[in-house]
């Protein structure tokens, strides 16, 4: 193969419209363990046009000659944090301009770790999404849930003791000014939180039915949200088309937000098999995440950190026992936060999911299965096609590895090795190749 260039930045990719002819791929499409051998993919106008043997290229196509390496869909974080990538210090004592600026190197950051699409549930994402949409910013899809909700003391309340006279005053924390997070109570409240998420522009809805490691008021074990309250939720977001996933860790608090209408649970770290099971059985989605436990968050306190280590203690339990029930309908996600370090090795999730799943089952959660976690969104989705596959009028967010992560998954942990080319819509933000 001819020498690769690894001194390569993201560019804005400015599509020339001309279509681009893959040959000589092994295509993982997604969905089955067996590459496909001897099929050229030829990508126009955003999409992947023809999946075919022996496509003849018309003058004016480019065609790329993969020389055997693989060609795979891009990959998706369902659960991404994509604003909050700054340690909590810096949170707290920063402006909405250097969230966005923090935010900007992030999207750039998962789109050059071959990550396409996130689904980033709980943030700002508005105006970061519409730049990227718009060719103005380099980054991946992102299908933006707002501001995440929890209750008073819940969650979502990052009030801190140098914020009781902000309390007193009913001023919001910093993450609330700007619309990281929204603390809303009653029906009534959580109503209006919803509505107002879904008037900025969102493709489905974040609530909290347990407590969190990052929040500073509400232990694990609590169980956040009425039944109404969930209700009323679940209930704005159907009538607006989509769903409403929930930050759980604990049974009673998965429980809770299944038994009143959520459709995706994430984290579930402490959940047993019996919850597991009765998830699989409504068809419920699991949306796990690993790495994020790997490493205390930047500016954690000892309560955080304690928390954090409890969650961390329940993953091996929990995705055991969805390996062992044959759990079907697993997201792939990273939850990373605080930590630009740690997003850089955002790709190690690849790897550590190894220890339960096979490289394929990796794989497809992070392409295919995502992808139809997304679509969930119906009329709210962002992008109208098909993501997290190859096939014909899919769109062409396209990966060419050096390397078969069926075989060896490591190799996506080296991502300015791997990565040869990086496809979104039909533009192409890096290429390795020289040609």
Avoid at 172 to 192: E, I, N, R, T
Avoid at 333 to 356: C, H, M, Q, Y
Wanted: negative net charge; charged residues 25%.
């Amino acid at each position: 193969m001819p020498e690769k260039n690894l001194n390569v930045r993201p560019t804005l990719g400015q599509d020339s419209g001309s279509p681009i002819l893959f040959r000589n791929a092994r295509i993982f499409n997604g969905k089955d363990e067996t590459l496909l051998e001897g099929y050229d993919v030829l990508v126009a106008q955003g999409r992947i046009a023809k999946l075919a043997k022996g496509i003849g290229a018309d003058a004016g196509w480019r065609e790329i000659d993969a020389e055997g390496r693989v060609l795979s869909p891009g990959f998706i974080d369902a659960h991404a944090h994509v604003m909050f990538q700054m340690s909590f210090p810096e949170a707290f004592g920063s402006d909405e301009f250097y969230w966005a600026y923090k935010a900007t190197a992030a999207a750039e950051t998962y789109l050059m770790n071959g990550f396409t699409t996130i689904r980033d549930v709980g943030g700002n994402t508005f105006s970061l999404k519409k730049n990227i949409d718009a060719g103005v910013l380099a980054g991946p899809r992102i299908y933006p849930s707002g501001p995440m909700i929890s209750q008073t003391s819940g969650h979502s309340d990052h009030r801190q003791d140098c914020h009781k006279c902000a309390a007193i005053l009913n001023e919001p924390s910093v993450p609330m000014k700007y619309h990281m997070v929204a603390v809303a109570d009653g029906h009534d409240g959580v109503l209006l939180a919803v509505r107002e998420a879904f008037r900025r522009g969102a493709s489905q809805i974040k609530i909290c039915t347990t407590g969190g490691t990052g929040s500073y008021a509400d232990p694990l074990d609590v169980t956040q949200f009425l039944p109404s309250e969930v209700q009323a939720a679940v209930a704005a977001a159907k009538d607006w088309g989509t769903y409403v996933c929930t930050h759980a860790y604990h049974d009673e608090g998965i429980r809770r937000a299944v038994e009143n209408g959520v459709q995706c649970v994430e984290h579930a770290n402490l959940a047993t098999e019996a919850t597991l099971r009765m998830m699989q059985e409504q068809g419920i989605w699991l949306s796990p995440q690993v790495i994020v436990y790997t490493k205390h968050p930047l500016g954690y306190t000892d309560d955080q950190k304690a928390k954090h280590d409890e969650a961390y203690d329940g993953i091996d339990r929990m995705m055991t026992a969805a390996r062992k029930l044959g759990f079907e309908k697993i997201a792939f996600g990273s939850d990373i936060i605080t930590d630009p370090e740690l997003l850089a090795r955002v790709n190690d999730e690849f790897k550590l999911r190894t220890k339960w799943f096979t490289p394929f089952e990796v794989m497809r959660q992070a392409t295919a299965l995502s992808g139809e976690l997304l679509a969930m969104s119906g009329p709210r989705n962002p992008y109208k096609g098909k993501l997290g596959v190859i096939e014909e009028a899919a769109f062409a967010d396209l990966l060419l590895i050096d390397g078969n992560p069926l075989d060896d998954i490591e190799i996506l942990t080296r991502p300015a090795e791997t990565l040869d080319l990086i496809m979104k819509n039909g533009v192409i933000h890096k290429n390795t190749l020289q040609r």
